[in-house]
Protein backbone atom coordinates (compact mmCIF):
# COMPACT_ATOMS: atom_id res chain seq x y z
CA UNK A 1 0.00 0.00 0.00
CA UNK A 2 1.46 3.13 -1.05
CA UNK A 3 1.64 5.51 2.16
CA UNK A 4 2.58 9.49 1.13
CA UNK A 5 3.82 12.33 3.23
CA UNK A 6 -0.07 13.79 3.21
CA UNK A 7 -0.54 14.81 7.24
CA UNK A 8 -1.62 18.01 5.92
CA UNK A 9 -4.64 16.54 3.87
CA UNK A 10 -5.06 14.36 6.83
CA UNK A 11 -5.76 17.31 8.80
CA UNK A 12 -8.78 17.92 6.36
CA UNK A 13 -10.28 15.09 6.50
CA UNK A 14 -8.79 12.47 9.70
CA UNK A 15 -11.10 13.01 11.65
CA UNK A 16 -14.24 10.99 9.04
CA UNK A 17 -11.79 8.37 8.60
CA UNK A 18 -13.98 5.53 10.81
CA UNK A 19 -15.07 1.94 10.05
CA UNK A 20 -19.22 0.48 11.20
CA UNK A 21 -20.53 -2.96 11.10
CA UNK A 22 -22.98 -4.25 9.00
CA UNK A 23 -26.62 -3.36 10.50
CA UNK A 24 -29.87 -2.01 8.29
CA UNK A 25 -30.48 1.32 9.44
CA UNK A 26 -33.85 2.72 10.71
CA UNK A 27 -35.81 4.84 8.39
CA UNK A 28 -34.69 9.11 9.39
CA UNK A 29 -36.15 11.74 7.61
CA UNK A 30 -33.80 14.70 7.55
CA UNK A 31 -33.89 18.41 6.36
CA UNK A 32 -31.20 19.51 4.02
CA UNK A 33 -31.76 23.52 3.97
CA UNK A 34 -33.69 25.67 2.86
CA UNK A 35 -35.84 25.78 -0.28
CA UNK A 36 -33.69 27.90 -2.80
CA UNK A 37 -34.77 26.60 -5.90
CA UNK A 38 -37.42 24.23 -7.65
CA UNK A 39 -38.83 21.46 -5.78
CA UNK A 40 -36.81 17.48 -6.87
CA UNK A 41 -38.52 14.83 -7.14
CA UNK A 42 -37.42 11.56 -4.03
CA UNK A 43 -35.22 8.55 -6.08
CA UNK A 44 -37.19 6.18 -8.08
CA UNK A 45 -38.12 2.58 -7.71
CA UNK A 46 -37.12 -0.53 -10.45
CA UNK A 47 -40.30 -2.86 -11.02
CA UNK A 48 -40.76 -4.48 -8.18
CA UNK A 49 -41.95 -3.90 -4.64
CA UNK A 50 -40.00 -1.25 -2.11
CA UNK A 51 -40.34 -1.82 1.31
CA UNK A 52 -42.76 0.25 3.50
CA UNK A 53 -40.38 3.13 4.97
CA UNK A 54 -40.26 5.52 1.87
CA UNK A 55 -42.96 5.29 -1.13
CA UNK A 56 -42.61 6.03 -4.36
CA UNK A 57 -44.89 9.18 -5.38
CA UNK A 58 -46.83 9.61 -8.55
CA UNK A 59 -43.94 12.57 -9.71
CA UNK A 60 -41.46 9.98 -9.49
CA UNK A 61 -39.38 9.50 -13.02
CA UNK A 62 -38.01 5.96 -14.06
CA UNK A 63 -34.76 5.08 -13.51
CA UNK A 64 -33.12 5.39 -16.94
CA UNK A 65 -32.85 1.53 -18.47
CA UNK A 66 -30.55 -0.26 -21.52
CA UNK A 67 -33.74 0.54 -24.05
CA UNK A 68 -31.38 2.53 -26.72
CA UNK A 69 -28.09 1.88 -25.76
CA UNK A 70 -25.57 0.43 -23.48
CA UNK A 71 -25.48 2.70 -20.30
CA UNK A 72 -21.51 2.19 -19.46
CA UNK A 73 -20.44 2.61 -23.14
CA UNK A 74 -17.32 4.03 -22.58
CA UNK A 75 -16.32 2.81 -19.10
CA UNK A 76 -15.06 -0.26 -17.97
CA UNK A 77 -17.52 -3.61 -19.27
CA UNK A 78 -19.15 -5.20 -16.07
CA UNK A 79 -18.66 -8.58 -15.26
CA UNK A 80 -22.10 -9.38 -14.45
CA UNK A 81 -25.41 -7.49 -15.43
CA UNK A 82 -28.64 -8.53 -13.20
CA UNK A 83 -31.66 -7.97 -15.08
CA UNK A 84 -33.51 -7.24 -11.83
CA UNK A 85 -31.89 -4.18 -11.68
CA UNK A 86 -31.13 -2.38 -14.77
CA UNK A 87 -28.03 -0.41 -14.67
CA UNK A 88 -29.01 3.34 -14.59
CA UNK A 89 -26.90 6.11 -17.31
CA UNK A 90 -23.69 7.97 -15.86
CA UNK A 91 -24.36 10.97 -14.69
CA UNK A 92 -22.11 13.33 -17.68
CA UNK A 93 -21.30 15.73 -15.80
CA UNK A 94 -22.43 17.49 -12.47
CA UNK A 95 -21.14 20.79 -13.92
CA UNK A 96 -18.83 21.45 -10.86
CA UNK A 97 -17.15 25.25 -11.58
CA UNK A 98 -13.63 25.60 -12.24
CA UNK A 99 -11.64 26.23 -9.33
CA UNK A 100 -13.48 24.00 -6.77
CA UNK A 101 -11.52 20.35 -6.18
CA UNK A 102 -13.37 17.36 -5.19
CA UNK A 103 -12.05 14.66 -3.18
CA UNK A 104 -13.00 11.02 -2.13
CA UNK A 105 -12.11 10.76 1.80
CA UNK A 106 -12.76 6.91 3.11
CA UNK A 107 -13.13 5.08 6.28
CA UNK A 108 -12.46 1.59 6.35
CA UNK A 109 -13.73 -1.01 9.32
CA UNK A 110 -10.13 -2.65 9.49
CA UNK A 111 -9.18 -3.80 12.71
CA UNK A 112 -5.70 -5.76 13.39
CA UNK A 113 -8.24 -8.76 14.23
CA UNK A 114 -10.04 -8.07 10.81
CA UNK A 115 -9.56 -8.29 6.91
CA UNK A 116 -12.57 -6.43 6.32
CA UNK A 117 -11.73 -3.74 3.48
CA UNK A 118 -15.61 -2.08 3.41
CA UNK A 119 -14.90 1.66 3.07
CA UNK A 120 -18.47 2.27 5.66
CA UNK A 121 -17.59 6.25 5.95
CA UNK A 122 -17.84 7.71 2.62
CA UNK A 123 -17.17 11.94 2.13
CA UNK A 124 -17.26 13.85 -1.18
CA UNK A 125 -15.05 16.83 -0.19
CA UNK A 126 -15.33 20.28 -2.18
CA UNK A 127 -12.71 22.59 -1.63
CA UNK A 128 -13.99 26.00 -3.26
CA UNK A 129 -10.57 28.14 -4.22
CA UNK A 130 -12.49 30.42 -6.23
CA UNK A 131 -11.78 33.56 -3.49
CA UNK A 132 -9.75 33.16 0.04
CA UNK A 133 -10.96 32.36 2.43
CA UNK A 134 -11.63 29.23 1.09
CA UNK A 135 -14.65 27.10 1.62
CA UNK A 136 -15.34 23.58 2.37
CA UNK A 137 -18.58 21.55 2.12
CA UNK A 138 -18.75 18.04 3.02
CA UNK A 139 -21.18 15.79 0.76
CA UNK A 140 -22.06 12.02 3.17
CA UNK A 141 -22.69 9.09 1.15
CA UNK A 142 -24.89 5.93 2.89
CA UNK A 143 -22.77 3.03 2.98
CA UNK A 144 -25.90 0.96 1.54
CA UNK A 145 -26.28 2.90 -1.68
CA UNK A 146 -26.84 0.60 -4.75
CA UNK A 147 -24.57 1.97 -7.78
CA UNK A 148 -23.10 0.87 -10.65
CA UNK A 149 -19.35 0.19 -10.12
CA UNK A 150 -17.41 0.19 -13.16
CA UNK A 151 -15.77 -3.31 -14.76
CA UNK A 152 -17.95 -4.81 -11.68
CA UNK A 153 -21.77 -4.43 -12.19
CA UNK A 154 -24.14 -2.76 -9.51
CA UNK A 155 -23.33 -3.10 -6.02
CA UNK A 156 -23.25 -1.43 -2.64
CA UNK A 157 -21.11 1.75 -2.61
CA UNK A 158 -18.59 0.76 0.06
CA UNK A 159 -17.58 -2.30 -2.09
CA UNK A 160 -16.05 -0.60 -4.41
CA UNK A 161 -12.58 0.15 -3.07
CA UNK A 162 -12.37 -3.73 -2.06
CA UNK A 163 -13.73 -4.99 -6.05
CA UNK A 164 -11.08 -2.48 -7.35
CA UNK A 165 -9.02 -0.04 -5.01
CA UNK A 166 -7.87 3.15 -5.96
CA UNK A 167 -9.24 2.85 -9.56
CA UNK A 168 -13.04 1.69 -8.69
CA UNK A 169 -13.78 3.80 -6.54
CA UNK A 170 -12.53 7.05 -8.64
CA UNK A 171 -14.80 5.20 -11.29
CA UNK A 172 -17.32 4.90 -9.37
CA UNK A 173 -17.88 8.18 -7.98
CA UNK A 174 -17.61 9.57 -11.53
CA UNK A 175 -19.85 7.68 -13.06
CA UNK A 176 -22.84 8.00 -10.61
CA UNK A 177 -22.03 11.62 -9.59
CA UNK A 178 -20.55 13.14 -12.10
CA UNK A 179 -17.34 14.31 -11.22
CA UNK A 180 -13.80 13.19 -10.87
CA UNK A 181 -11.97 13.42 -7.38
CA UNK A 182 -8.26 14.89 -7.37
CA UNK A 183 -7.61 12.37 -5.28
CA UNK A 184 -8.73 9.56 -2.64
CA UNK A 185 -7.38 9.15 1.31
CA UNK A 186 -8.90 5.57 2.82
CA UNK A 187 -7.72 5.51 6.59
CA UNK A 188 -9.01 3.14 9.42
CA UNK A 189 -10.13 3.38 12.94
CA UNK A 190 -6.32 3.43 14.15
CA UNK A 191 -5.51 6.77 12.26
CA UNK A 192 -8.82 8.24 13.63
CA UNK A 193 -8.28 7.57 17.40
CA UNK A 194 -4.54 8.07 16.95
CA UNK A 195 -5.07 12.04 15.39
CA UNK A 196 -7.73 12.73 17.45
CA UNK A 197 -5.46 12.14 20.88
CA UNK A 198 -2.35 14.27 19.14
CA UNK A 199 -4.64 17.09 19.32
CA UNK A 200 -5.37 16.47 22.56
CA UNK A 201 -9.37 15.52 22.15
CA UNK A 202 -11.74 17.63 20.72
CA UNK A 203 -15.16 19.42 21.30
CA UNK A 204 -17.58 17.88 19.72
CA UNK A 205 -21.01 20.12 19.90
CA UNK A 206 -24.06 17.12 20.34
CA UNK A 207 -26.77 18.27 18.27
CA UNK A 208 -29.43 15.55 19.17
CA UNK A 209 -29.47 13.70 22.12
CA UNK A 210 -27.99 10.10 22.46
CA UNK A 211 -28.78 6.92 25.02
CA UNK A 212 -26.87 3.87 22.93
CA UNK A 213 -24.39 1.67 24.19
CA UNK A 214 -20.78 0.92 22.79
CA UNK A 215 -19.52 -2.38 21.29
CA UNK A 216 -17.90 -3.06 24.88
CA UNK A 217 -21.65 -2.18 26.37
CA UNK A 218 -20.51 0.87 28.23
CA UNK A 219 -23.63 3.27 28.11
CA UNK A 220 -22.78 6.28 25.56
CA UNK A 221 -25.28 9.01 27.33
CA UNK A 222 -25.38 12.77 25.28
CA UNK A 223 -27.81 15.39 25.39
CA UNK A 224 -27.14 18.46 22.85
CA UNK A 225 -24.09 20.63 24.01
CA UNK A 226 -21.00 20.44 23.71
CA UNK A 227 -18.54 17.62 24.94
CA UNK A 228 -14.48 16.98 25.01
CA UNK A 229 -13.85 13.93 23.87
CA UNK A 230 -10.36 11.61 23.53
CA UNK A 231 -10.37 9.50 20.44
CA UNK A 232 -11.45 6.53 21.60
CA UNK A 233 -14.67 8.67 22.83
CA UNK A 234 -15.18 10.19 19.90
CA UNK A 235 -15.17 6.96 17.84
CA UNK A 236 -17.32 5.26 19.71
CA UNK A 237 -19.49 8.24 19.69
CA UNK A 238 -19.79 8.46 15.86
CA UNK A 239 -19.93 4.55 16.24
CA UNK A 240 -22.85 3.44 17.85
CA UNK A 241 -26.25 2.87 16.71
CA UNK A 242 -28.22 0.03 18.41
CA UNK A 243 -30.60 2.40 19.38
CA UNK A 244 -30.20 4.84 16.26
CA UNK A 245 -29.57 4.52 12.82
CA UNK A 246 -27.17 4.73 9.80
CA UNK A 247 -28.57 8.55 9.27
CA UNK A 248 -27.79 9.25 12.63
CA UNK A 249 -24.59 7.97 12.13
CA UNK A 250 -23.73 10.23 9.21
CA UNK A 251 -24.87 13.29 11.24
CA UNK A 252 -22.53 11.93 13.59
CA UNK A 253 -19.50 11.82 11.95
CA UNK A 254 -19.84 15.81 10.31
CA UNK A 255 -20.17 16.48 14.23
CA UNK A 256 -16.75 15.36 14.59
CA UNK A 257 -15.85 16.14 11.32
CA UNK A 258 -16.15 19.90 12.29
CA UNK A 259 -14.77 19.87 15.77
CA UNK A 260 -11.82 17.80 14.58
CA UNK A 261 -11.30 20.45 11.80
CA UNK A 262 -10.91 23.41 13.93
CA UNK A 263 -8.54 21.79 16.24
CA UNK A 264 -6.64 20.50 13.30
CA UNK A 265 -6.56 23.90 11.73
CA UNK A 266 -5.64 25.63 15.00
CA UNK A 267 -2.59 23.10 15.61
CA UNK A 268 -1.62 24.15 12.10
CA UNK A 269 -1.32 27.63 12.41
CA UNK A 270 0.52 27.11 15.59
CA UNK A 271 3.38 24.95 14.39
CA UNK A 272 2.92 23.45 10.77
CA UNK A 273 5.81 21.41 10.54
CA UNK A 274 5.78 19.84 13.93
CA UNK A 275 1.71 18.97 13.05
CA UNK A 276 2.47 17.79 9.89
CA UNK A 277 5.55 15.57 11.06
CA UNK A 278 3.30 14.15 14.08
CA UNK A 279 0.12 12.97 11.30
CA UNK A 280 2.60 11.52 9.01
CA UNK A 281 4.30 9.54 11.94
CA UNK A 282 0.69 8.27 13.20
CA UNK A 283 -0.68 7.61 9.90
CA UNK A 284 2.30 5.90 7.55
CA UNK A 285 1.25 2.44 8.63
CA UNK A 286 -2.90 3.30 8.52
CA UNK A 287 -3.59 5.66 6.02
CA UNK A 288 -3.58 5.30 2.22
CA UNK A 289 -3.75 7.86 -0.72
CA UNK A 290 -3.25 8.61 -3.81
CA UNK A 291 -1.33 12.11 -2.98
CA UNK A 292 2.41 12.63 -3.23
CA UNK A 293 4.80 14.55 -1.78
CA UNK A 294 4.33 16.79 -4.70
CA UNK A 295 1.18 17.94 -3.84
CA UNK A 296 1.82 18.65 0.01
CA UNK A 297 2.13 22.31 -0.84
CA UNK A 298 -0.93 22.67 -2.37
CA UNK A 299 -2.75 20.65 0.01
CA UNK A 300 -1.19 23.22 2.99
CA UNK A 301 -2.02 25.75 1.47
CA UNK A 302 -6.10 25.08 0.57
CA UNK A 303 -6.42 23.64 5.24
CA UNK A 304 -4.78 27.03 5.59
CA UNK A 305 -7.34 29.02 3.86
CA UNK A 306 -10.20 26.92 5.28
CA UNK A 307 -12.81 29.40 6.99
CA UNK A 308 -14.28 26.88 9.33
CA UNK A 309 -17.16 28.79 9.95
CA UNK A 310 -18.48 28.73 6.70
CA UNK A 311 -18.33 24.70 5.97
CA UNK A 312 -21.40 23.38 4.45
CA UNK A 313 -22.66 19.71 5.68
CA UNK A 314 -24.86 17.01 3.30
CA UNK A 315 -26.10 13.82 3.87
CA UNK A 316 -27.46 11.75 0.99
CA UNK A 317 -30.83 10.82 3.32
CA UNK A 318 -34.50 10.48 2.75
CA UNK A 319 -36.30 11.03 0.64
CA UNK A 320 -33.78 11.69 -2.19
CA UNK A 321 -32.83 8.29 -1.74
CA UNK A 322 -35.63 5.39 -1.16
CA UNK A 323 -35.30 2.26 0.88
CA UNK A 324 -35.29 -0.89 -1.51
CA UNK A 325 -35.13 -4.60 -1.07
CA UNK A 326 -33.50 -6.36 -4.03
CA UNK A 327 -36.38 -9.36 -4.86
CA UNK A 328 -33.27 -11.78 -6.12
CA UNK A 329 -31.30 -11.67 -2.56
CA UNK A 330 -33.15 -9.89 -0.02
CA UNK A 331 -30.81 -7.52 0.31
CA UNK A 332 -31.63 -3.90 1.77
CA UNK A 333 -30.19 -1.02 -0.36
CA UNK A 334 -30.51 1.99 -1.30
CA UNK A 335 -31.04 3.27 -4.19
CA UNK A 336 -30.39 7.32 -5.78
CA UNK A 337 -32.27 9.65 -7.82
CA UNK A 338 -32.01 9.71 -11.18
CA UNK A 339 -28.79 10.82 -12.75
CA UNK A 340 -30.21 14.35 -13.28
CA UNK A 341 -31.25 15.10 -10.16
CA UNK A 342 -28.03 13.58 -8.65
CA UNK A 343 -26.09 16.19 -11.23
CA UNK A 344 -28.15 19.18 -9.30
CA UNK A 345 -27.39 18.06 -5.78
CA UNK A 346 -23.75 17.63 -6.18
CA UNK A 347 -23.19 20.70 -7.76
CA UNK A 348 -25.33 23.06 -5.23
CA UNK A 349 -23.16 20.76 -2.43
CA UNK A 350 -19.75 21.80 -4.55
CA UNK A 351 -21.37 25.04 -4.56
CA UNK A 352 -22.28 25.56 -1.07
CA UNK A 353 -26.11 26.53 -2.02
CA UNK A 354 -28.80 24.40 0.13
CA UNK A 355 -30.59 21.98 -1.29
CA UNK A 356 -34.39 22.56 -2.66
CA UNK A 357 -37.08 20.86 -0.89
CA UNK A 358 -38.43 17.30 -2.06
CA UNK A 359 -41.42 16.91 -3.44
CA UNK A 360 -44.07 14.51 -1.55
CA UNK A 361 -47.16 13.89 -4.08
CA UNK A 362 -48.08 15.03 -7.34
Not at 181 to 196: E, H, N, Q, S, V
Not at 247 to 261: G, K, N
Not at 281 to 305: E, I, Q
Request: with cysteine; net charge negative; proline share 10%.
Amino acid sequence: MKIAKIGLLAALVAQIMIGCGPQAPQAVADSTGTATTAPIAPATLPNDNPTSAVAPTSTQAPIPTATSSIPWDGWPTPMYVDPSTPVPFPVRDAGVPSGIDAYIALGSDKLPHRTSLNTDVIELVFVDKREAPYRLSILSIPRDLYVFIPGHGMGRINSAYALGSDQAVLDTVEYNFGVRPKGLILGDMTAFIGFIDYLGGVDVKVTANVYDRCGDGSPVNYVAGTYHMDGQQALCYVRVREASSDYDRMRREQEVTLATMGTAIKSMATDPVGTATQIFDLYRNSVHTTFGLSDVPDLALAVMKINRDTVKLYRMVPPFVVHWTKPTTGAWLLLPPPPDQVAFLVSLSAQGQAWPEPTTGP
